[in-house]
């Protein structure tokens, strides 16, 4: 189970000293509940680390976390947004995972950090958020767009006092690399500067069941500007939750690129992969003509896709990709199409005008 959160709150206050305030003007709401915390690994009876081919083993975090060349300035990694799916372990209760980068936190009650995570309701409707945290305050929602596929970079830079011995000035910023947009904002906070991580977490307090996310993909990770040259026997984190699920991390390739894999009972094996591309967003267009007829004539509606499978008309009949259909109103009437395809579904529409004719409209 994660630490107790009176524990860290005090040891937050003593050790790390207050968090200065955040521009809320620009941030969306707190995800309640939705803490993502400091690591504790498992132990042993002995009271020895648990490890698994020398690898420590959490309840919570797995990836990769170093504190070799301390302290951390910046961090960042570029990772892909997975899609997820309730696995029922945890029947009627909503799973979550998040994907984020950190530094502080690998054995003290310190963490500034920042990523992505997706929510699997038991009866369906997943969502996807992004979001950043200072320990111990919770996490908070950042106001944009995001959605399965999507590569996002998240980063840290300490900006002024860089030093752990008094509060910093942090620059946190998110990359949507697939769907165009950036977000960035500065934080006073007081870290240890002790580590940097990049982690899969089963989030929550107490920890939540864990979605089944399948792989995530780090290509690349990068701690104080410079290739972290992880290795798993040294660096590695691997999760078993407390329902049962697991995460596991791959072995490194070239020191900065690894994932994460999801497992139910016993950890999966892994080996890194690559950033799959997304399905491309179908298009739809509608046109009338004429756009202006007398009442009773027709007018022929054409409409036409990209990267669709099925169109479907609302007020005329449509088939296929693209075609034509002849349509006669007595009255002006809105005609749409909506085509879909693997990447989502895009709607169109036209408007014919119907006159009344001569000596007949009252």
């Not at 300490?158 to 697939?178: E, I, N, R």
């Not at 977490?201 to 780090?218: H, I």
């Not at 016993?266 to 950033?275: E, I, N």
């Not at 259909?325 to 007595?330: L, Q």
């Amino acid at each position: 189970m994660k630490p107790n959160i009176a524990h860290f709150l005090c040891a937050a206050a003593l050790a790390a000293g207050a968090i200065g305030p955040a521009a809320a003007e620009t941030n969306g709401g707190p995800l309640e509940r939705l803490t993502n915390s400091p690591m504790q690994a498992d132990y042993n009876h002995d009271g020895s680390i648990r490890r698994i081919h020398n690898t420590i083993m959490t309840g919570y975090w797995s990836g990769y976390a170093v504190n070799a060349s301390a302290p951390y300035t910046s961090a960042s990694g570029t990772f892909q947004v997975p899609s997820v799916n309730h696995d029922n372990v945890a029947a009627g209760s909503t799973e979550y995972v998040s994907q984020w980068v950190g530094i502080g936190g690998y054995g003290d009650a310190t963490l500034i950090q920042l990523g992505a995570m997706e929510i699997a309701p038991s009866s369906g409707g997943t969502s996807y958020v992004v979001w950043y945290e200072l320990y111990p305050a919770g996490a908070i929602q950042v106001p944009q767009t995001v959605k399965p596929g999507d590569i996002i970079t998240a980063s840290l830079q300490c900006a002024a006092a860089c030093s752990p011995s008094s509060p910093q000035t942090w620059l946190l910023g998110l990359t949507d690399h697939t769907a165009g947009w950036t977000w960035t904002q500065s934080f006073q906070y007081h870290s240890s500067m002790a580590s940097a991580e990049w982690i899969t977490e089963a989030p929550g307090w107490p920890t939540l069941p864990l979605a089944n996310y399948g792989q995530v993909t780090f290509d690349p990770v990068d701690a104080n500007g410079l290739n972290p040259n992880l290795s798993l026997s040294a660096n590695g984190v691997l999760m078993q939750d407390p329902y049962g699920e697991t995460s596991n991390a791959s072995a490194p390739v070239n020191g900065d690129v690894f994932s994460t894999c999801w497992g139910s009972g016993s950890l999966t094996p892994c080996t890194a992969g690559q950033f799959t591309t997304p399905p491309v967003a179908p298009t739809a267009s509608l046109s009338a003509n004429p756009r202006l007829v007398t009442a009773g004539q027709s007018s022929t509606l054409s409409w036409s896709s990209t990267n669709a499978k099925s169109c479907a008309g609302s007020g005329f009949s449509a088939s296929g990709t693209s075609g034509s259909a002849i349509v006669r109103p007595t009255v002006t009437t809105s005609y749409s199409v909506t085509c879909t395809g693997s990447g989502g579904s895009a709607s169109a529409l036209a408007t014919v005008t119907s006159a009344c004719r001569a000596q007949k409209c009252k």
